[in-house]
């Protein structure tokens, strides 16, 4: 009788106890401020923070368990590498929180339905002891994301009555959606790998430009925006992209490197360069200033080079009158079929390379060269780029690769090289992804233009 009494009046302790345990997940503002869901309007590509929070009366008995999000259409990265810890009172009572947050960067406009995330953790009872694991779900949460307004500040680029014309307005619809994308603050800095000095024609110099944001990741950063000149010829080399964490901060750094080969002597400028960017409030611009270097005429030809040029004339005047005859007319001629079809055969030539630079064909090699050894941003970055070039460019992943695709997630943060195990298993996913492609009709080998001499768009590389 005693011992059931003695049950009967512990018995409400222990459901007092299960009920101290609480699990909340909301939004935060950048200033750390608890926000409504309803209330806030973020727009596509700017970070949104998630805060997912445990209390207890009385104490944590072990770290809480918080486990990887995946979200349809978002990057999600875990903000910090610990949790944080403090108090809140709450009708009264003091409760002890443990906050694990986690960083949000949409890919799409429209509504987003975060599902309850499910925590495990383990507290310490009121009678001392140490309850069982308990796992906790919070309640789901209900998101919309904006589309960015219009961006102002790109200037058009103007297409050139030229053969060339479609390439150049490809060439600036890209670099309008480049512009797009969204940062709290950015710097740009750039280096020359010679003093600019005692150039000659034919000289090459190096152009290192580095764009440095925060409040965004290095893959989001678009490519920059390289202005043309009939002064010097240019190409790019591989860029490098890092991401760090600054007092909990993201700070993504994009890295190009411009080669600039002289063609003319005199005063040549190297471009300003411009990059514009969404703050949350208004479009910013940053401009690198331009660069005026002093150009001296290459080095005279060696004489040998005029005597053989001469000597070859020579011959050419010492030919029967009747052969000199027929060697000017099938030059003559040579000469009229380039100037009547030399254009349209360059003009056609380029339309094609134009299709297959941008091709889902070459995203996808270039995807399976970084999934044979590079590190897990590449591998993100090139993920996004073949993704661009499909109809339905943000297909996610099936649920059976969830924890696989947020474990590089968490490698690109940490700047570290998946495995090889990893590497294997995610050229699988990518395989599979692909073939459901071609069944659904979604790749470029399956689509056929209407026009066969349409020229294929170039897409930013996370399309809204």
């Known amino acids: 009788m005693k011992w059931t009494l003695l049950i009967l009046l512990m018995l409400p302790v222990s459901l007092l106890a299960a009920e101290d345990v609480r699990v909340r997940m909301q939004l935060l503002s950048h200033q750390g401020e608890v926000i409504r869901s309803d209330a806030y309007e973020p ?21 809480p368990r918080f486990p990887h999000l995946v979200i349809r259409d978002m990057i999600t990265l875990k903000a910090g590498a610990f949790a944080t810890n403090f108090s809140e009172r709450i009708n009264g009572a003091s409760y002890a929180v443990q906050r694990r947050e986690y960083s949000l960067f949409p890919q799409r406009a429209g509504s987003y339905t975060l599902h309850g995330i499910v925590v495990e953790v383990q507290v310490a009872s009121a009678g001392g002891g140490t309850s069982g694991p308990q796992q906790l779900r919070t309640q789901p949460l209900q998101l919309s994301v904006q589309s960015r307004p219009l961006n102002d500040t790109v200037e058009p680029v103007d297409a050139r009555k030229s053969y060339f014309s479609e390439l150049q307005q490809a060439e600036s619809s890209l670099s309008a959606a480049a512009s797009n994308w969204v940062a709290d603050a950015v710097d740009l800095s750039q280096t020359f790998s010679s003093s600019l000095e005692d150039l000659k024609v034919g000289d090459m110099v190096e152009r290192r430009v580095s764009i440095r944001a925060s409040g965004t990741l290095g893959m989001l950063i678009p490519p920059m925006r390289w202005p043309r000149s ?66 001296n005429a290459a080095p005279n030809r060696p004489a040998h080079t005029s005597l053989m040029t001469q000597s070859l004339f020579d011959r050419l005047l010492q030919l029967p009158w009747d052969v000199f005859l027929v060697v000017a007319l099938l030059v003559v001629f040579v000469v009229g079929l380039g100037l009547r079809f030399g254009g349209r055969f360059f003009a056609g030539c380029n339309h094609y390379l134009l299709r297959w630079k941008n091709s889902e064909v070459l995203s996808w090699l270039r995807l399976r060269g970084v999934c044979s050894g590079s590190d897990a941003a590449s591998i993100i970055r090139r993920y996004y780029e073949w993704r661009a070039k499909s109809v339905a460019p943000l297909r996610p992943q099936p649920d059976q690769w969830a924890g696989l695709w947020s474990e590089i997630s968490l490698l690109a943060t940490e700047q570290t090289r998946p495995s090889f195990k990893q590497r294997r298993q995610l050229w699988r996913l990518f395989v599979d992804m692909r073939r459901a492609d071609a069944r659904h009709g979604t790749t470029a080998l399956t689509q056929k233009s209407r026009k066969g001499s349409a020229v294929v768009s170039l897409q930013p590389l996370n399309p809204e």
């Open 43 to 63: 727009v596509v590509g700017e970070r949104i923070t998630l805060a997912v929070d445990v209390m207890t009366t009385t104490w944590f008995a072990k770290a």
């Open 230 to 295: 009939d002064n010097f010829s240019q190409r790019s080399l591989n860029s490098d992209i890092t991401d760090s964490t600054d007092r909990g901060e993201f700070v993504g750094t994009r890295t190009e490197i411009r080669q600039y080969t002289l063609l003319s002597e005199g005063q040549i400028t190297l471009p300003a360069l411009k990059v514009s960017w969404w703050d949350g409030a208004e479009w910013r611009v940053n401009t690198l200033a331009a660069k005026t270097v002093n150009v």
